[in-house]
C-alpha cells in the first residue's frame, strides 16, 4: 500500500491490507473584529499612532476537529513611518481560560506588505506560537493569515467545544516599542467524522479461460463493494469518493482485458453504471453506508491492485481530503443480506453485506479445489460475524449430506446439515446436475419445526442461496481441468440441531440456435436462416433474436440472464426496431415443438464498409410478463464482397 500525499491514496491487495492516517480540510467563515491599535501600559507613543488599525479576523464554517480555520490579522499603518520589527504571539485558551495552544497547530502564516523577515525574538511568557513577520511599509496595510489546525484532542466528545483566539501584536514606532493587545476572539470546534473505508472485491474473476482454447466460458457477474462507516461524533458533510477502475491481470499470455461496469447501487438506491465520484451526501456520526458495483471481466483473472482518491467536499465549494482513519480490502467471497427472515427487524438497515474469506483467522478448504471457504461476515452497519463452514463435496462430507438430487419426474433435493454451534453457516454442495437443472427456491426447515424460504439469484446477487458453475484447476497447472458445479447457501442457525434444505429445482432450457449458413455476399445480398430450438417444455414461450456488431464479450445482462452479445448499434436495431424485427422475424412465440425460424436478411449492394465485417446473433427466452430466463449460445455471421 503507497501513501500519496497529493490528495490520492493508492491501495495495493496483499491479503487484508489496512492503512491508518489523518488527514486535514479548510472550513471558512467570516467574523471580524477591529481593535485601536493602543500603546501598552505604561508606553510613550507618538500622537499619529491612533492612526494604525488592527484586524483580527477568524474564518470559520463548521469547525472540525483536526480541521483547518483561518485567523486574519491586518494592520492599517496610516503614518509615514515603518512599523519595525512586527511579532505577533497568538494565546488559545479553552472555556474556562486554560491554555489550549497544544490543542492546535498554528503554522507560520501567509504574510504581505512587509519588507525583510523581521528579527525573530521571543515575548517574554508567551506561548511558542510567536511570529516575527517584518517591517511594514509607511501609509500601507500588513496582513497575516494562519490557517490553525485542531487535533483530536479539542473535542474528545460528542459536544462542540469553545476556544478563544487572542493575544499580543509588538512592533516599534519611530523607535517605540508598543504592544497591543489582540482580544480574544470566540471559535467553535465541532466534533469531527471518522471514517473507516472497506472495499470489498474479488480475488478470482470467472470468464473465458485464455487455456481452455475450444470453449468460451460465460463473463460471471461480479461485485465490488464499499462500506463506508462514520465512528466519529462529528458529522462527514457532502461526502464524496472518486474511485478508479481496478487493474486486472488475466493470465501469462498478454492479452488484452476488458472489464464492463452492469449496474451500480448507492446507499441502497440504483446509480450510474460507472466507476466514477460516488456521492453519498451527508453521513451522520456513527451510521455506515455501502456502494456496490456489478461488472464482468472479459477474461478469467485475478485482482492484484486498485487505486482509491478520497474527496471531501466542503460547504464553500472547495475540495480537499475527508478524514480517513482506516483503509482495508478484503477478499469477497458473495454479496450477501443480513437481514434474512432469521434476522430480528432492526438490526441491519437493508443494505448489501459481505460474505468474506479472511486470511488472519481459521479457515476450512473445499476438498476438491482446496480453495478457501469463507469464514466472515462483514454487515453493513459495521457488524462483523464469525461463519461455519459445512459441505458436502467430492464425495467428502463435513456436516452437510446430500440425501436427495432431481431428477426429470421429482425436481425436488435436498441438503441436511447437522449444527452444533449455532451462528452464521455457510453450506456448499456439488450433488446437482447444474447443466441440466435450475436452482429455483430454497425452504429451510429447523430443528424447531420453523420455515423460511430463501431466494435463489446468480454469483453477482445479493442473496444468500445461490449457484456456480466454473473451470477449476486442480493439478496446479494453468489450464483447468474440472467444472465444479455448486450451490451455496447462507444461513443463521438459532438453535443446534439437523436443519433441512429443500431445493426446487426446473429443468434448463436446452435450447439450440443453428444455421444453415455463415456467410453472406455484400454485394450480391442473402439470407442466413436461423433456427431456434428450445424444445416442447418451452413452447408457446416468448423469444427474440438479438445481434451485435461487435463481439460477444463482456456480454451485457438483462434480467439476470447473461447475453453473449456486446451492446451497440445493431443491438439497439434488434432490441428496439420494429421494422427491422418485422423484416426478419426476430420477435415471436416458439411454436408447439418449442422452434421457430428467423431470417436474417442483408439486402443487395450494402454499403462496402460492411466488407469483412462479423455480425454475432443469439435469442432469449421470457417468461409471461416480459422476464428473461435464457439466452442462447451466439451464432456468427461473416459478410464478404
Same mark, same amino acid.
Given at each position: 500500500?503507497?501513501?500519496?500525499?497529493?490528495?490520492?491514496?493508492?491501495?495495493?491487495?496483499?491479503?487484508?491490507?489496512?492503512?491508518?492516517?489523518?488527514?486535514?480540510?479548510?472550513?471558512?467563515?467570516?467574523? %471580524?473584529?477591529?481593535?485601536?491599535?493602543?500603546?501598552?501600559?505604561?508606553?510613550?507613543?507618538?500622537?499619529?499612532?491612533?492612526?494604525?488599525?488592527?484586524?483580527?479576523?477568524?474564518?470559520?464554517?463548521?469547525?472540525?476537529?483536526?480541521?483547518?480555520?483561518?485567523?486574519?490579522?491586518?494592520?492599517?499603518?496610516?503614518?509615514?513611518?515603518?512599523?519595525?520589527?512586527?511579532?505577533?504571539?497568538?494565546?488559545?485558551?479553552?472555556?474556562?481560560?486554560?491554555?489550549?495552544?497544544?490543542?492546535?497547530?498554528?503554522?507560520?502564516?501567509?504574510?504581505?506588505?512587509?519588507?525583510?523577515?523581521?528579527?525573530?525574538?521571543?515575548?517574554?511568557?508567551? &506561548?511558542?506560537?510567536?511570529?516575527?513577520?517584518?517591517?511594514?511599509?509607511?501609509?500601507?496595510?500588513?496582513?497575516?493569515?494562519?490557517?490553525?489546525?485542531?487535533?483530536?484532542?479539542?473535542?474528545?466528545?460528542?459536544?462542540?467545544?469553545?476556544?478563544?483566539?487572542?493575544?499580543?501584536?509588538?512592533?516599534?514606532?519611530?523607535? &517605540?516599542?508598543?504592544?497591543?493587545?489582540?482580544?480574544?476572539?470566540?471559535?467553535?470546534?465541532?466534533?469531527?467524522?471518522?471514517?473507516?473505508?472497506?472495499?470489498?472485491?474479488?480475488?478470482?474473476?470467472?470468464?473465458?479461460?485464455?487455456?481452455?482454447?475450444?470453449?468460451?466460458?460465460?463473463?460471471?457477474?461480479?461485485?465490488?463493494?464499499?462500506?463506508?462507516?462514520?465512528?466519529?461524533?462529528?458529522?462527514?458533510?457532502?461526502?464524496?469518493?472518486?474511485?478508479?477502475?481496478?487493474?486486472?491481470?488475466?493470465?501469462?499470455?498478454?492479452?488484452?482485458?476488458?472489464?464492463?461496469?452492469?449496474?451500480?447501487?448507492?446507499?441502497?438506491?440504483?446509480?450510474?453504471?460507472?466507476?466514477?465520484?460516488?456521492?453519498?451526501?451527508?453521513?451522520?456520526?456513527?451510521?455506515?453506508?455501502?456502494?456496490?458495483?456489478?461488472?464482468?471481466?472479459?477474461?478469467?483473472?485475478?485482482?492484484?491492485?486498485?487505486?482509491?482518491?478520497?474527496?471531501?467536499?466542503?460547504?464553500?465549494?472547495?475540495? $480537499?481530503?475527508?478524514?480517513?482513519?482506516?483503509?482495508?480490502?478484503?477478499?469477497?467471497?458473495?454479496?450477501?443480506?443480513?437481514?434474512?427472515?432469521?434476522?430480528?427487524?432492526?438490526?441491519?438497515?437493508?443494505?448489501?453485506?459481505?460474505?468474506?474469506?479472511?486470511?488472519?483467522?481459521?479457515?476450512?478448504?473445499?476438498?476438491?479445489?482446496?480453495?478457501?471457504?469463507?469464514?466472515?461476515?462483514?454487515?453493513?452497519?459495521?457488524?462483523?460475524?464469525?461463519?461455519?463452514?459445512?459441505?458436502?463435496?467430492?464425495?467428502?462430507?463435513?456436516?452437510?449430506?446430500?440425501?436427495?438430487?432431481?431428477?426429470?419426474? $421429482?425436481?425436488?433435493?435436498?441438503?441436511?446439515?447437522?449444527?452444533?454451534?449455532?451462528?452464521?453457516?455457510?453450506?456448499?454442495?456439488?450433488?446437482?446436475?447444474?447443466?441440466?437443472?435450475?436452482?429455483?427456491?430454497?425452504?429451510?426447515?429447523?430443528?424447531?419445526?420453523?420455515?423460511?424460504?430463501? $431466494?435463489?439469484?446468480?454469483?453477482?446477487?445479493?442473496?444468500?442461496?445461490?449457484? &456456480?458453475?466454473?473451470?477449476?484447476?486442480?493439478?496446479?497447472?494453468?489450464?483447468?481441468?474440472?467444472?465444479?458445479?455448486?450451490?451455496?447457501?447462507?444461513?443463521?442457525?438459532?438453535?443446534?440441531?439437523?436443519?433441512?434444505?429443500?431445493? &426446487?429445482?426446473?429443468?434448463?432450457?436446452?435450447?439450440?440456435?443453428?444455421?444453415?449458413?455463415?456467410?453472406?455476399?455484400?454485394?450480391?445480398?442473402?439470407?442466413?436462416?436461423?433456427?431456434?430450438?428450445?424444445?416442447?417444455?418451452?413452447?408457446?414461450?416468448?423469444?427474440?433474436?438479438?445481434?451485435?456488431?461487435?463481439?460477444?464479450?463482456?456480454?451485457?445482462?438483462?434480467?439476470?440472464?447473461?447475453?453473449?452479445?456486446?451492446?451497440?448499434?445493431?443491438?439497439?436495431?434488434?432490441?428496439?426496431?420494429?421494422?427491422?424485427? %418485422?423484416?426478419?422475424?426476430?420477435?415471436?412465440?416458439?411454436?408447439?415443438?418449442?422452434?421457430?425460424?428467423?431470417?436474417?436478411?442483408?439486402?443487395?449492394? %450494402?454499403?462496402?464498409?460492411?466488407?469483412?465485417?462479423?455480425?454475432?446473433?443469439?435469442?432469449?427466452?421470457?417468461?409471461?410478463?416480459?422476464?428473461?430466463?435464457?439466452?442462447?449460445?451466439?451464432?456468427?455471421?461473416?459478410?464478404?464482397?
Amino acid at each position: 500500500m503507497r501513501h500519496n500525499h497529493t490528495n490520492q491514496t493508492t491501495i495495493r491487495k496483499q491479503g487484508n491490507t489496512t492503512m491508518g492516517g489523518k488527514t486535514m480540510r479548510v472550513a471558512l467563515i467570516s467574523a %471580524a473584529l477591529a481593535v485601536p491599535l493602543a500603546p501598552s501600559l505604561g508606553a510613550a507613543t507618538p500622537d499619529d499612532a491612533l492612526c494604525a488599525q488592527v484586524t483580527i479576523q477568524i474564518e470559520q464554517q463548521l469547525v472540525l476537529t483536526r480541521q483547518a480555520f483561518s485567523a486574519t490579522l491586518t494592520i492599517d499603518n496610516a503614518t509615514t513611518e515603518l512599523l519595525e520589527d512586527i511579532e505577533v504571539c497568538l494565546e488559545i485558551t479553552d472555556a474556562d481560560g486554560q491554555p489550549a495552544n497544544d490543542l492546535f497547530f498554528v503554522p507560520p502564516p501567509e504574510v504581505t506588505g512587509v519588507v525583510g523577515p523581521g528579527l525573530v525574538t521571543q515575548f517574554t511568557g508567551c &506561548t511558542p506560537d510567536t511570529f516575527a513577520l517584518g517591517d511594514g511599509f509607511p501609509q500601507a496595510k500588513t496582513t497575516a493569515r494562519w490557517d490553525i489546525l485542531a487535533f483530536d484532542a479539542a473535542v474528545p466528545g460528542p459536544d462542540t467545544e469553545t476556544f478563544f483566539i487572542g493575544g499580543e501584536l509588538r512592533h516599534e514606532l519611530a523607535g &517605540t516599542p508598543i504592544v497591543v493587545p489582540l482580544f480574544p476572539v470566540e471559535v467553535q470546534v465541532a466534533p469531527q467524522p471518522s471514517l473507516l473505508l472497506d472495499y470489498y472485491l474479488q480475488s478470482t474473476v470467472y470468464s473465458d479461460d485464455p487455456f481452455t482454447f475450444d470453449i468460451v466460458e460465460p463473463a460471471e457477474p461480479f461485485n465490488l463493494g464499499l462500506r463506508v462507516r462514520n465512528v466519529g461524533f462529528g458529522d462527514a458533510k457532502n461526502l464524496s469518493i472518486k474511485t478508479s477502475e481496478p487493474e486486472l491481470t488475466s493470465n501469462e499470455m498478454g492479452l488484452a482485458v476488458v472489464y464492463q461496469v452492469l449496474g451500480a447501487e448507492i446507499a441502497g438506491s440504483a446509480a450510474k453504471p460507472a466507476l466514477d465520484k460516488v456521492a453519498f451526501g451527508d453521513l451522520p456520526g456513527g451510521e455506515s453506508t455501502v456502494a456496490r458495483w456489478l461488472m464482468t471481466s472479459s477474461l478469467k483473472g485475478q485482482f492484484i491492485d486498485m487505486d482509491v482518491t478520497f474527496q471531501h467536499v466542503g460547504g464553500t465549494g472547495s475540495s $480537499d481530503l475527508s478524514l480517513i482513519d482506516g483503509i482495508a480490502i478484503h477478499d469477497l467471497f458473495h454479496a450477501v443480506e443480513k437481514n434474512s427472515p432469521l434476522v430480528p427487524s432492526g438490526l441491519d438497515d437493508g443494505l448489501a453485506d459481505f460474505l468474506v474469506i479472511d486470511p488472519t483467522a481459521p479457515l476450512a478448504t473445499d476438498p476438491v479445489t482446496f480453495a478457501s471457504l469463507p469464514n466472515r461476515l462483514d454487515g453493513s452497519m459495521g457488524a462483523v460475524d464469525t461463519v461455519r463452514a459445512s459441505y458436502s463435496v467430492g464425495g467428502v462430507e463435513m456436516d452437510a449430506t446430500v440425501t436427495k438430487a432431481p431428477s426429470p419426474s $421429482d425436481l425436488m433435493g435436498r441438503i441436511e446439515v447437522l449444527v452444533s454451534n449455532t451462528g452464521w453457516r455457510y453450506v456448499r454442495a456439488d450433488a446437482f446436475d447444474l447443466s441440466t437443472y435450475d436452482l429455483a427456491l430454497v425452504a429451510r426447515t429447523g430443528p424447531d419445526g420453523s420455515r423460511v424460504s430463501y $431466494d435463489v439469484g446468480g454469483s453477482g446477487d445479493v442473496v444468500n442461496a445461490w449457484t &456456480t458453475t466454473r473451470s477449476e484447476d486442480t493439478t496446479g497447472g494453468p489450464a483447468p481441468d474440472i467444472t465444479q458445479q455448486l450451490v451455496h447457501l447462507l444461513d443463521n442457525p438459532s438453535v443446534p440441531g439437523l436443519y433441512v434444505y429443500d431445493l &426446487t429445482f426446473t429443468i434448463k432450457p436446452q435450447a439450440a440456435l443453428t444455421s444453415d449458413i455463415d456467410v453472406v455476399s455484400v454485394s450480391a445480398g442473402g439470407t442466413q436462416v436461423l433456427t431456434l430450438d428450445a424444445g416442447p417444455a418451452n413452447a408457446g414461450k416468448d423469444f427474440i433474436v438479438l445481434g451485435s456488431a461487435s463481439g460477444t464479450l463482456p456480454g451485457i445482462e438483462i434480467g439476470g440472464v447473461q447475453i453473449p452479445l456486446n451492446q451497440d448499434t445493431y443491438f439497439a436495431l434488434l432490441f428496439g426496431d420494429a421494422d427491422i424485427q %418485422a423484416k426478419f422475424g426476430s420477435v415471436g412465440v416458439l411454436d408447439g415443438l418449442g422452434q421457430a425460424t428467423v431470417n436474417i436478411i442483408v439486402d443487395p449492394g %450494402a454499403p462496402e464498409f460492411l466488407i469483412g465485417t462479423k455480425v454475432d446473433h443469439a435469442f432469449v427466452l421470457f417468461e409471461p410478463g416480459g422476464i428473461a430466463f435464457f439466452s442462447s449460445s451466439p451464432v456468427p455471421l461473416f459478410l464478404q464482397p
